[in-house]
């Protein structure tokens, strides 16, 4: 039935859709060499972007080549330092699908005044244009996030990942077979996609006749940090990942603390999966914080948090922006920049209110919001400053002299919490079975 649905939806789509531009031919995958120093990585990659990015193409943008490479904080010179290795703590970011390391710089300013070395990388088919995403494969990805996890580990004595949807599952993944970590941070994680996406590679069986047909997603690509625009090959690979992930060895992650973040209302991935896995995980210092708009029976350690602001006409939060601040200039409360792609080009009406800052609401692109009014996909969180609190509480919680003592599994976290505005915390209830 997923099948024949999607062939229909290919088929009898494909006439009524925009034509392809220059950023949506075929480029293959940024050339990935594992030998490379971490300077010769971000020289190259640089490199490759200044080149291809479509709104480059060989033009000097000092400003946006910088905010694509990826790049490396150190911290303050009164951290602790490594006694066998040059830094005590240190953290590998990695960001997700269509995204850039742009999104990830203001969580890697928290964590460098928290005192960790920070590192990013640039996964393949990223940072480039939409036309990259055609070629690339599930295992460049992980390639890539062996990599920055071997560079991490050479220059700290505790390595921490955070992953964003795509990067955390491959988070996930590395951790299932390297569980040297002292603790997770997993951002909307891809646990489970639409079904759909097993079979999305067969437009390659059609792709020739009109290339049209190798895209789900054919828009404006306004953002230079995010593609819009989304080919079928993308949620294919994204598929082979997370049955990768599904037969990992998830006994070795009850060894490692997660602190998972959620959106009930998220449109992109299953947040009921999410959450069912993280409950399944074991360890005792395992916390995670869920947005939604009306609570339900979870264990204590899951905090949620109330996330419809009426007074502000946000609706809900969604899979863009949970780790980005309200200030941010681009994505934040007053940004610059307006998330309406999902009105094009069916609802032209919507899409240039959207554009033009005049929508009804800001939400997640749920039927439900939708169908209120029009809305402009949320870009950031209003409850930054208490995620930052929480995840600083989790830090702690990590380190030897607070994880000493175990407590019950659906304890909270031993220091009191101070929970966010609109937060409640439910009453422990039975482990859900793993997905």
């Known amino acids: 039935m997923v099948l024949l649905s999607f062939l229909m939806l290919l088929f009898f789509g494909v006439n009524s859709r925009p034509e392809l531009s220059l950023r949506h031919m075929a480029l293959p995958a940024q050339p990935f060499h594992p030998k490379l120093s971490f300077a010769e990585y971000q020289k190259e ?3 490759f972007i200044s080149q291809q990015h479509w709104m480059m193409q060989g033009k000097e943008d000092t400003v946006l080549l910088k905010k694509l490479t990826p790049f490396v904080l150190k911290p303050a010179k009164n951290c602790p330092a490594g006694t066998t290795k040059p830094f005590k703590k240190g953290i590998l970011l990695t ?6 390391i742009h999104n990830l710089e203001p969580i890697a300013q928290f964590f460098q005044s928290q005192c960790f ?15 990259e995403l055609l070629n690339v494969h599930w295992q460049q990805w992980v390639s890539t996030q062996q990599y920055g996890t071997d560079q991490l580990l050479q220059k700290v004595e505790e390595p921490y990942l955070l992953g964003y949807s795509l990067g955390a599952t491959l988070d996930l993944l590395q951790a299932s077979k390297q569980p040297v970590f002292k603790g997770l941070f997993l951002i909307t994680p891809a646990i489970e996609i639409t079904p759909a996406a097993a079979v999305a590679n067969l437009t390659n069986l059609v792709s020739w006749y009109d290339p049209r047909f190798a895209w789900l997603d054919i828009v404006p690509d306004e953002d230079p940090y995010k593609y819009s625009s989304f080919p079928f090959n993308a949620a294919y690979q994204m598929h082979q990942l997370i049955e990768q992930l599904k037969v990992s060895n998830t006994a070795l992650l009850d060894q490692i603390p997660v602190f ?3 959106s009930k209302e998220d449109s992109t991935v299953n947040s009921d999966s999410s959450l069912r896995y993280f409950l399944a995980l074991k360890h005792p210092d395992n916390r995670a914080i869920l947005y939604e708009r009306t609570t339900q029976p979870l264990p204590a350690r899951v905090l949620q948090v109330k996330s419809d602001l009426p007074d502000r006409k ?7 922006g949970l780790i980005i601040p309200p200030d941010h200039d681009m994505y934040g409360d007053k940004g610059s920049f307006a998330s309406c792609a999902h009105y094009f080009p069916g609802n032209m009406d919507a899409y240039k209110q959207c554009k033009a800052f005049k929508e009804d609401y800001r939400g997640e692109t749920t039927e439900e919001n939708l169908a209120k009014g029009v809305i402009r996909r949320i870009g950031f969180n209003p409850f930054y400053a208490d995620l930052l609190q929480q995840m600083k509480l989790f830090i ?3 380190e030897p002299a607070q994880s000493a003592v175990k407590l019950p599994i659906t304890d909270p976290i031993p220091t009191p919490i101070k ?3 609109n937060a409640t915390i439910a009453p422990p209830l039975p482990l859900a079975p793993a997905p």
């Open 45 to 47: 990659t640089a490199t």
């Open 396 to 398: 702690k919680s990590t």
């Open 95 to 100: 960001h997700g699908l269509t995204d850039s």
């Open 314 to 320: 946000i609706l809900s939060l969604g899979h863009l």
């Open 260 to 262: 998972m973040l959620l």
């Open 117 to 131: 070395y920070v590192m990013t990388i640039l996964l393949p088919g990223m940072s480039s244009r939409p036309g």
């Open 419 to 421: 929970a966010p505005i």
